[in-house]
């Protein structure tokens, strides 16, 4: 019972760092592909019927 005195804390610090990163990769736009976004908007091709082998 006394390791969930360490292991509870070390958690929840670990998740407030990946939180932390999380955020700070939205806050940086890591997400936007504006550029990408365009090129799909304009290709025709599509993955919706995959080829047949």
């Known amino acids: 019972m006394n ?7 070390i958690s929840l ?4 760092v990946g939180l ?3 955020i700070f990769t939205l806050k940086t ?3 936007d592909d504006p550029e990408g976004d ?3 908007i304009l290709s ?3 993955d919706d019927k995959p080829k047949q082998d």
């Not at 390791?3 to 804390?9: A, E, H, T």
């Not at 610090?13 to 407030?16: A, C, P, S």
């Open 3 to 9: 390791i969930l005195s360490y292991l509870i804390p």
């Open 13 to 16: 610090i670990l998740g407030g």
């Open 20 to 22: 932390g990163f999380f």
């Open 29 to 31: 736009n890591q997400y």
């Open 38 to 40: 365009a090129q799909r």
């Open 44 to 46: 025709d091709a599509y």
